[in-house]
């Protein structure tokens, strides 16, 4: 058995060598699907925020990596068109700066879970799910409609958005932006789940009645946790779309919902590294199996399902078994 | 007399057709231990659910230290000096000892928005909880998980926890529910010196430990109040032995 902080140094290590070694080798395609499961990571750690520590189950996380897709898609067009955005009260213009462009994106991401965690999170269980999942597939319904922007057809972006000082069409470079954000995101994550704030969040899912019993808004917190996790995962919505330069529908999908919730539970629900795992092992088997066969769906089932019959706690929870969680 | 620390005045509640507390008035008062007691279904609990905030009453108030809080929400109850224990115990199982304890710090201190700095290593929190954990007797083991634990110490666990929150009075449902008897005297004998932080409003099947215990003792039955006097009255009253003592 191993610790789990020895795993998740070794996870580490693969994000940043990996990537290092495909460059030197003159691969950028492996690059590419590094700086893919990246992306997926940062989405998945949003939702293990709401999922895994605070126990409410998003069916509806593509909302949010959509909508930063299409922050990130609607601001570029209009720079790319020379287009104004909005030209009254106040002239605002289109821009193709990622900075600027996350923090819209991730105002409007915390925005929108502000708003759908008001609704949803006055339900729990099944209806939670089933609620969260009919916010998505509103955002879906209204993005193909959406003529103005692409509708079903969705949005090309030609040229990758600027970050000062680097060139982002290099593969590289724009797999170092996304990882160095993912590891802040996991730097407050980890600071997050043993704050005051985690404990309580996480307490919240095991005792309702606990937590307050000792002060605590219980609504206030899961209301908290989830436009966090909302904002994360929006945040990496920008990123994917700015990877593939290309923004459509497809981001709202429910599938998409769903993969995020594979991710968690192939690396361990809770843990802060696991839908790294997850991420990394689900991009890497789509690449390989995918490659093989069509059908490859097929195999993740039958390792989804050899993960939830043997071992509770995802990959994490298999190779450290010393912490895991038994209830 | 003083000012009640608690004091219920004519609560209700009826679940559909089922009178559940009809009129019941209680109050608390500095140093003393009053018990309720009452055969099953009596309206013990749904009296502690009222008071505590989990259930809402069809009529009456609750004043704690002559503030009313009939309307406010658990949370806010619990932060203005409730402390309450659970009958069947709600805690974060998966949490250590120690966690559970400084959770309750933690809604202590009001600072329940820390989103950067590591709780455990916050000394006066931390400081805080293991105190109320040496009290009980639970020092040796804070680093244990709480599922870990024996039902004895999880309800050692339990009061504890209700320590940290330095309340005003203390509401114990069933505290000595499935201890041993060794258990119940030791929580007895506890219970018999915490009266001195804050008075304590005890449900108990436990009848040696009530009158080891008990300043006064209100009996319910049926949701209404049949009897409420001194320990040593209660003892004695006929109506009060044919409804519940004579049966245990």
Known sequence: MIKERHLNIFVLGLLIFVPIFAYWNDQPFTITLMTRAVIFAIAAVGLNLALGIGGFISFGHAAFFGLGGYVMGILAWHSQNYVTLVEWPILIEGTKSMPIIWIITIAASALLAAIIGMISLKTTGVYFIMITLAFAQMMYYFSTSWSAYGGEDGLSIYVRNNFPGLNTLDPIQFFSICCVILLIVLFFMGRLIKSPFGLALNASRQSRQRIEAVGFDFHKLQLTAFILSGAITGLSGALFADLNRFVSPSMFSWQLSGEFIVFIIIGGVGRLFGPVIGALIFVWLEHLIGGISDYWHIFLGFILLAIVLFGKGGITGLLCQKDAQHE | ?248
């Open chain 2, 1 to 248: 007399m003083s000012n009640p620390i608690l004091e219920a005045n004519k609560l209700c509640k009826t679940f559909g057709s089922l009178v559940a507390v009809q009129d019941v008035s209680i109050d608390i008062h500095k140093d003393e231990i009053h018990a309720v007691i009452g055969p099953n279904g009596a309206g013990k609990s749904t009296l502690i659910s009222q008071i505590c905030g989990s259930l809402s009453s069809d009529k009456g108030s609750v004043f704690l230290l002559g503030r009313d809080i009939t309307n406010l929400p658990t949370e806010k109850r619990a932060s203005l000096g409730i402390g309450r224990t659970f009958q069947i115990s709600a805690l974060a199982k998966e949490d250590t000892v120690l966690e559970n304890a400084i959770l309750g710090s933690v809604g202590a201190s009001g600072k329940h928005w820390r989103f950067f700095n590591p709780v455990l290593k916050n000394s006066i929190l931390r400081d805080e909880a293991e105190s109320c954990l040496e009290l009980v007797g639970l020092k040796d083991l804070i680093n244990l998980k709480t599922a870990t634990l024996s039902h004895g110490q999880l309800r050692l666990l339990e009061v504890a926890i209700a320590l940290t929150l330095k309340p005003k009075v203390f509401i114990m449902d069933e505290p000595m529910a499935g201890l041993g008897s060794d258990g119940t005297k030791q929580l007895t004998e506890f219970l018999d010196k915490l009266r001195e932080r804050a008075p304590i409003l005890l449900v108990e099947h436990d009848m040696d430990a009530v009158f080891a215990l008990a300043n006064r003792i209100t009996v319910l039955d049926y949701g209404r109040v049949i009897a409420s006097d001194n320990a040593s009255s209660i003892k004695k009253d006929p109506e009060v032995q044919k409804a519940y003592l004579g049966e245990g």
